[in-house]
C-alpha cells in the first residue's frame, strides 16, 4: 500500500506570511497532484507534476517534485484569505486498469486577515 | 461547466434503510469511476475502483456488501449503502478518470442517517 504523508495538518497564519505544505512517500509516484477543496465541495484540482524535479508556478503557488518522485511541497507566497481551504496531495500509481490516486491526510489552511 | 455530476447532493434516511447516491459523467464516456468518503476537515478515503461492466474493486476494510457499487453504463456508476447506520453519515465523493488520467471530481453527497 503507498502512503503519502502529508504536513502539517493544520496550519493557520497571517494575511501576507509564506508557507510550505510538504507531501512524503516511500514510494514512487508516476505523477502527483495538489488539490483545494472548499467545505461542502468537491477538490478542485490546482496542478499535477509528472517529471523528477519539475517545479511548476499558478500566480503566488509554487508547487515542486522530488527529483525521485518520492515527495513534493507547495509553497504559497504573500498568503490571502481567500487562499483558506484543505489542500491535498495526491500520488497517482501506474497507469492502465490499477489506476488510482491515494490522498495525503491533508492540510487545513486558516489565513486570517 | 461541471464534467462530473453526484445527485442527491444531500440526503437524510433513517437507520435500516438504503440509499443510493449517483455519480455521472457528462462529458465523457468513463471507464473507471472511483468512490470516495470524507469526514469532515479530513482527506479522502478511497472506498473502491468502479469498472465499467465488472465488479468494483474495494479497498481493505471496506463491507462490499454495504457499500453496493454499480457501474452499468459508460456515464454512470451508483453507490448504494445498505442498511445505513448513524456512522455511515458521511460526505461521499466520485471521480472519474478522464484523458490523460486527469482525475475530475464529482460535487459530492452529504448523506445523513437519523
Redesign the interface.
Known sequence: ?QLLE?SPQFLSIQEGENLTVYCNSSSVFS?L?W?RQEP??????LV?VVTGGEVKKLKRLTFQFGDARKDSSLHITAAQPGDTG?Y?C?G?SS?G?N????????T?LTVNP | GAV?S?HPSRVICKSGTSVKIECRSLDFQAT?M?W?RQFP??????MA?S?EGSKATYE?GVEKDKFLINHASLTLSTLTVTSAHPEDSS?Y?C?V?GLG???Y????S?LTVV
Open positions: 500500500t502529508q505523477s497532484q488539490y461542502g465541495e468537491g477538490p478542485v484540482l499535477t484543505l491535498l495526491a497517482a497507469g486498469s489506476y488510482k490516486l491515494t490522498f495525503g491526510k491533508g487545513l | 462530473v453526484q473507471t472511483f470516495y476537515k479530513k482527506s479522502l478515503m478511497l475502483t469498472n481493505q460526505f465523493i471521480s478518470r488520467n486527469t482525475i471530481f464529482g460535487e459530492g452529504w
